[in-house]
């Protein structure tokens, strides 16, 4: 079974920055994508930023120029640096890794970040 660990969330202020990690316990490029969701109160999760597996990436409208997805291929680990952090920004931001074979997708558990004004 495939676990994604997440860490980095937390408070942080407006026009501030948070980098966050998700470690897989295994290679990062067995997954076909990984990248980052988030989650408001009462909405369904929407995508963040993603990597491929080739390091093609895409992030929302919402974060381009603000966040960047990058990847550690010796640690297995995928990072979300962000920065210039709004109040909108605060959400539970979870990893999320697509595989080629059966179960097809796996979440980390989350990680709040929160942004005060």
């Known amino acids: 079974q495939v676990q994604l660990v997440e860490s980095g969330g937390g408070l942080v202020q407006a026009g501030g920055s948070l980098r966050l990690s998700c470690a897989a316990s295994?290679?990062?490029?067995?997954?076909?994508?990984m990248g980052w969701y988030r989650q408001f109160p009462g909405k369904q999760r929407e995508l963040v930023a993603a990597i491929t597996n080739g390091g093609s990436t895409n992030y929302a409208d919402s974060v381009k120029g603000r966040f960047a997805i990058a990847r550690d291929s010796a640690k297995n680990t995928i990072y979300l640096q962000m920065t210039s952090l709004k109040p909108e920004d605060t959400a539970v931001y979870s990893c999320?890794?697509?595989?080629?074979?059966?179960?097809?997708?796996?979440w980390g558990r989350g990680t709040q970040v929160t942004v005060s004004s």
């Open positions: 999320n890794a697509q595989s080629p074979n059966w179960p097809y997708t796996y």
């Open positions: 295994r290679s990062i490029f067995s997954f076909n994508t």
